[in-house]
């Protein structure tokens, strides 16, 4: 058995974080229902040991499958025993060995932890795929009563390790399953998105996870509650970790080293490393309200499926935030999703698919694309996503006088908004009372997604447009994406678009969703990569420049008499770190001096026709 001591925060998905003893993390022997555990080192290729616990059903006449879960935040008794009965309680009822894998370098386990650590191509050392491959070849060779068999599960980080399996893969491994895993850091999840710094969320994890290897500690933001306030005091983001830390956090320099897209970030991008040739079943789980890793799990399965001859690379896109499918799912925010979606995912899909895989039981029933439809409730089996079914591609094109249509803009309308962004009063990202860091106790970070978006555009630097009540529902089912005709004065300016979903006023709309307006897709971008994340360039200051923004992909019903809006603002406090609006090298490096008020321009004239691209179901 193994023993530590300190307290760690584990992983459980939402909410984030949950304090545990780790010398409570497996009596030997210990029972859960029917499971008994035991904790194993498992030597690696390199010498190394990385610590398991093995959570088997008491009697096993038949032998069963493994199914293993590879994290760095550890796994708390509680947790596990939330695993057992909740929120794998279908799997655990079904009969699996669950082995629950500390990574190498965290709590248990030997060695050094590397954030994300980069695949390495030739094999000779090690990564997280050789210790995948070393830690199932010893457990099918050493546990007593498995089958043979083994697959691999996790939600993020461990959803990213999921995806580490499918790289030279153990013979055994017969199937994974991809959760929520980011795929590039720098493009568009947890760290950064479209070179747009994730302050917050950055700062929290790092200070959380790099203190060192056995614990997570929250960081103490000295008693202050009010994280936008704490974040725009902080002068030099760059030693951020020495000042408040006392020394550096790997991962934190490695965002001040690498302010543009190079091969730091390209080497960690998950697709980069996963084969070419998809050779194991996998089962990519999305949810269009994650708040940490949405593009992740859309981008794995869109690469990963030109090499998919075989038909083994599946996706499902639940209402769900970040691992939303691992409770109820009855509702998310105040929305309600007519239905308990995790349990009927976990039931009726995940435990199907290992069945199948590694039992050798049931049929795989599996549609390419399990996708669910918001605003409607409803889930649709289709044969590709986005669908080839009958969709158009159609602009909604902002026009003067805060207009939103289908048709464009004529000649003779106002040609431009504009708005002041000033940097040292930026667009919060959510109401100004609920923003707390991330993981603090009683954040609602995972729901923020839900929050209503009306009362932003009472701001000034918000810029809004509403189309007209719509007299027929109209359904956006792929891809969506910005184009902004857009003008500054200074030399750098973030740009951020929210599409919503506008409800009615009148008396029959339930009082929290009257006149709300519902994130339906949203992203930043930083203005210096329009042309290249590699190669970023000053704006040319008050030059119109188009800019076009992946605003990802969406499935939603906008209800008849709902109205469709758009918003673009140029900061999202604390969510993403201030943009100078003077260009400079390095912006965790800006000076106080280097931020300044500009004005930007939205352009709505034809020939710059700012719109958004939404695909529409016919
Ligand atoms: N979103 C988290 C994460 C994944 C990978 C790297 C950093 C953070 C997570 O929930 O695990």
Do not use: C
């Amino acid at each position: 058995a193994v023993t530590m001591g300190g307290s760690v925060v584990a992983r459980s998905t939402p909410p984030v974080t949950q304090a545990v003893d780790l010398t409570d993390q497996v009596p030997a022997g210990a029972t859960i229902g029917d499971y008994v555990g035991e904790d194993v080192m498992i030597p690696m290729r390199d010498g190394m040991k990385l610590h398991v616990q093995v959570w088997r059903p008491k009697t096993i006449d038949t032998p069963l499958p493994i199914l293993l879960s590879r994290s760095p935040y550890g796994f708390g008794k509680a947790q596990v025993t939330n695993m057992l009965t909740a929120s794998y309680k279908e799997l655990a009822d079904d009969r699996f060995i669950f082995v629950l894998q500390d990574i190498r370098g965290r709590l248990g386990s030997e060695g050094t932890f590397v954030n994300l650590r980069p695949s390495n191509p030739d094999k000779r050392g090690v990564d997280e795929s050789t210790d995948t491959y070393d830690t199932i070849d010893w457990l099918v060779k050493n546990l007593p009563a498995n089958n043979g068999k083994a697959g691999v599960i996790g939600v993020s980080y461990g959803g990213w390790t999921a995806a580490q399996a499918t790289i030279g893969p153990h013979p055994a491994l017969k199937a994974v399953s991809s959760q929520a895993s980011p795929n590039d850091m720098f493009i568009g999840d947890d760290f950064l998105h479209n070179g747009a710094f994730r302050l917050d969320y950055a700062w929290s994890w790092v200070s959380a996870l790099e203190t060192d290897g056995r614990t997570m500690k929250r960081f103490d933001f000295g008693g202050e509650k009010d994280a936008f306030a704490w974040y725009l005091k902080q002068q030099d983001l760059a030693t951020l970790d020495q000042q408040h830390l006392g020394s550096t956090m790997p991962s934190w320099q490695n965002f001040v080293k690498h302010p543009s897209y190079d091969a730091y970030w390209k080497a960690q991008r998950t697709t980069n490393n996963m084969p070419a040739t998809v050779a194991t079943p996998n089962l990519i789980v999305a949810g269009w309200y994650d708040q940490e890793d949405f593009y992740g799990p859309l981008s794995i399965y869109k690469e990963q499926e030109k090499g998919d001859a075989k038909g083994l690379n599946y996706l499902v896109v639940g209402p769900w935030n970040h691992g939303g499918w691992r409770s109820a799912g009855k509702s998310y925010g105040p929305f309600d999703l007519g239905d308990a979606t995790g349990n009927w995912f976990r039931k009726e899909v995940e435990l199907p698919w290992f069945r199948y895989w590694l039992k050798g039981q049931g049929t795989l029933n599996q549609p390419e694309a399990l996708i669910f439809q918001t605003g409607s409730n409803r889930w649709q089996r289709l044969d590709s996503w986005p669908t080839r079914r009958s969709t158009t591609v159609r602009n909604l094109y902002l026009r003067a006088g805060g207009k939103l249509s289908f048709e464009p803009p004529r000649g003779g309308e106002a040609a431009a908004d504009s708005f002041v962004s000033d940097p040292a009063d930026p667009v919060p990202y959510r109401d100004r009372a609920s923003i707390k860091p991330f993981m603090a106790e009683g954040s609602t970070w995972s729901t923020w997604l839900a929050d209503d978006q009306a009362p932003f555009t009472r701001r000034k630097d918000v810029l809004f447009w509403q189309s007209d009540p719509l007299t027929q529902d109209v359904t956006i089912s792929g891809d969506v994406a910005a184009t902004l005709f857009a003008s500054t004065t200074g030399s750098d300016a973030d740009w951020v678009v929210k599409l919503v979903d506008i409800y009615p006023t009148g008396e029959r709309v339930p009082a929290e969703l009257r006149g709300r307006q519902r994130m339906i897709a949203n992203d930043v971008f930083r203005g210096r990569f329009r042309k290249s994340y590699e190669r970023p360039e000053a704006i040319r200051p008050n030059a119109v420049l188009d800019y076009r923004i992946d605003l990802h992909s969406a499935s939603h019903r906008f209800a008849k008499g709902h109205r469709i809006g758009v918003q673009v603002q140029s900061s999202w406090f604390p969510l993403i770190g201030r943009n100078p609006q003077t260009y400079v090298p390095n912006i965790l490096r800006a000076k106080a001096t280097d931020f300044r008020k500009q004005t930007h321009r939205i352009y709505h004239r034809p020939g710059q026709a700012s719109a958004i691209a939404v695909a529409v179901v016919q």
